[in-house]
Structures are given as structure tokens and as C-alpha cells.
């Protein structure tokens, strides 16, 4: 699937839920950055997976859905490796370069696991506990 029909899935909410995995979230950020400022890349981001889950039946819980402190950071790590590497020729072809977003673990390096996982951490963005997260040169954008 390219870019433009995964976009159009995602938004639509097309995209089947098994399709709705880690990289096909980063790869929405991706492109949203590619079109957007970084606050409105996040804006868009945010209510995208917000009503993407409510068309899903993907309900918000302690445990479970929507995930602010997780959107912010993986939107923010995305956003500073295509600063510093720039794009590529589609979002597959950036996260194939970029093995650093491949784990899902990545926040940990920065996030107690008690911190990420908190209820706080899932409602609002909660600042890092363990190291700073990576910026960009440029955080003109950042907002």
C-alpha cells in the first residue's frame, strides 16, 4: 500500500485494526510531518488514533487506547530523525533506514516504565523521568 492509500485507510478508518501496528502508526506521523507543522502534525495525530479507536470500538482505560505521552514522543523521535536524515522517497523507505524506531521499547530510554505506563502518562504528555528526549537542531517547529 502507498503512502496516500495508507493516509486515506487510516483516516477513513479503512485500515483494517490488524493493519494498525506500530510502524503504520509512525508511518501517519511521518506523513503527517511531511504535510504539517509539528504542532499540527500532533493535533492531527491525536484526534486521527482518537476517532480511528472510537471507529474500532477501541475503548480508553487505564490499560488500554489512546496514549498522549506515547503519541507526543513517538511523533517527537520521528520528527528529529527526519530532521537529521531527511525524508525519503516514501514512509516505508525512511523506517526501513531508521532501525531506532523500530522497537517499541525505544521510550523506555527515557521513561520509567511505572511513568509511561501511568493513567497521567496516557491522558496528558508527561515529561520524560529518566533522560531528555532527542530534538531536532531546528525546535522552531516544536511548539
Not at 25 to 39: E, G, I
Not at 82 to 103: M, V, W
Not at 128 to 143: R, V
Amino acid at each position: 500500500m502507498n503512502d496516500e492509500e495508507h493516509l486515506r485507510r487510516f483516516e477513513d478508518h479503512s485500515l483494517p485494526r490488524e493493519q494498525w501496528t506500530h510502524r503504520a502508526h509512525l508511518k501517519v506521523a511521518y506523513l503527517y510531518l511531511q504535510r504539517l507543522s509539528f504542532p499540527d502534525a500532533l493535533a492531527q495525530l491525536r484526534a486521527g488514533i482518537k476517532a480511528y479507536n472510537a471507529a474500532k470500538g477501541i475503548q480508553d482505560t487505564p490499560t488500554g487506547g489512546y496514549h498522549e505521552t506515547m503519541t507526543r514522543v513517538w511523533l517527537q523521535l520521528v520528527y528529529t530523525a527526519l530532521s537529521q536524515f531527511g525524508p525519503a522517497e516514501s514512509a516505508d523507505a525512511f523506517f526501513d533506514a531508521q532501525h531506532q524506531l523500530a522497537s517499541k521499547r525505544t521510550p523506555l530510554l527515557f521513561y520509567s516504565h511505572d511513568l509511561i505506563m501511568s493513567p497521567e502518562a496516557r491522558c496528558s504528555f508527561v515529561v520524560p523521568d529518566l533522560a531528555p528526549l532527542p530534538i531536532p537542531l531546528d525546535t522552531s517547529d516544536l511548539g
